[in-house]
């Protein structure tokens, strides 16, 4: 049987001078797989063209939140099947979609209500108008998973204030709206309950005068409070010394953060932090994601990628077994081979 309009996992209209991708795959958060990153990107090709269409409005399917972010039971399933490649085609045109969002010449709107993670950042944060709500939960979740920061994820994270973006990326931790406004993922705060209003209104107004009647200012963040502990640990060359410099400064909040970063993958700590140094000394967005294509295939040939997957979202434990098992035994070695060219060849973005 063929899927009807309603049932495509992202949905395409138009509504006066705006047109809207509607992600829809709300029983699993949006969660991004091939065939939406595909439909966006032929839509935003379309639309760039079209004189009626003055702007472009991302939203999301259900009441969880815009996107989850990318499909990571799809990447187990390659992984443990040997068809690794097929993840890889993903990425690839996923990161295209990330560089192609960032510049796109007409208004891009990104309502991040709810859960932004992973992928779901890398098709809103890059827009030019990234709107949150005090519902908005923004993270880079990857070390959990095996995994590094990826979908320009490195790049905006490397762009915050101080070491917040490392204190982020290493930890995982999602931040609300006003800590996403100051980390630079976010542009303006609209309440939850004015969204539809904002929204109806992008039809027949120009996005600059909708944000001016309906952003206000948003609930006061966390981050800011931290900030001397944040960059003072977070600037240590080595995640050894990072978890070292949390543990000794005294602070709660700081071991907490510690106690947090041993929980993930040992070799995705270290990849990402090197990740994080080598993407600051890189000259554009497009730089940054050749090398995150790069780091992400390099890591579907580790362990850790599909152990990680599994403990949580297949079998659910939350114990993921990592190899290896400490940062001690993760060599440079092991680090320095996520950054080679991949036989995937590159993005072309550079």
Not at 101 to 115: E, H, L, N, R
Not at 147 to 160: A, E, S
Request: proline share 5%; aromatic share 4%.
């Amino acid at each position: 049987m063929n899927a009807t309009a309603d049932e495509a996992p992202v949905l395409l209209r138009r509504e006066g001078r705006a047109g809207h991708l509607v992600l829809n795959r709300p029983r699993a958060i949006n969660a991004l797989n091939h065939a939406m990153v595909r439909i966006m990107a032929d839509a935003l090709d379309a639309w760039e063209h079209d004189a009626a269409v003055a702007a472009v409005v991302l939203t999301g399917a259900g009441e969880r939140g815009l996107c989850a972010g990318g499909d990571i039971r799809s990447i187990h399933d390659d992984v443990r099947t040997g068809r690794a490649a097929a993840s890889a085609a993903f990425w690839h045109d996923e990161y295209l979609l990330n560089a192609r969002i960032a510049c796109f010449p007409k208004p891009y709107v990104a309502v991040m209500d709810g859960i932004v993670m992973g992928g779901g950042v890398g098709v809103s944060a890059h827009g030019g108008v990234r709107v949150v709500t005090e519902r908005s939960r923004v993270a880079m979740p990857e070390t959990g998973i095996g995994f590094v920061p990826d979908v320009g994820g490195t790049y905006l994270l490397t762009r915050t204030p101080g070491e917040l973006g490392t204190h982020l990326a290493l930890t995982g931790s999602a931040v609300g709206a006003g800590d996403a406004l100051l980390c630079g993922l976010a542009d303006h705060f609209v309440p939850s309950e004015r969204l539809p209003e904002f929204i109806a209104a992008l039809a027949g107004t120009e996005v600059a005068d909708a944000v001016r009647e309906f952003a206000t200012t948003a609930p006061a963040g966390e981050m800011a409070a931290h900030r001397e502990w944040i960059d003072d640990c977070y600037a240590a060359d080595s995640v050894e010394e990072i978890v070292d410099r949390l543990h000794a400064s005294g602070d709660r909040h700081a071991k907490e953060a510690a106690e947090t970063i041993l929980a993930k993958s040992p070799t995705s700590l270290k990849v990402t932090l090197a990740a994080l140094r080598r993407a600051r000394e890189l000259p554009s967005l497009g730089a940054v994601l050749e090398q995150e294509y790069r780091v992400s295939c390099a890591a579907l040939a580790s362990p850790d990628l599909a152990e990680g997957i599994r403990a949580q979202v297949v079998d659910k434990d939350r114990t993921p077994r990592w190899s290896p098992a400490d940062l001690a035994q993760v060599t440079e070695a092991d680090v320095a081979r996520h950054f080679e060219p991949t036989a995937n060849g590159s993005l072309g973005l550079v």
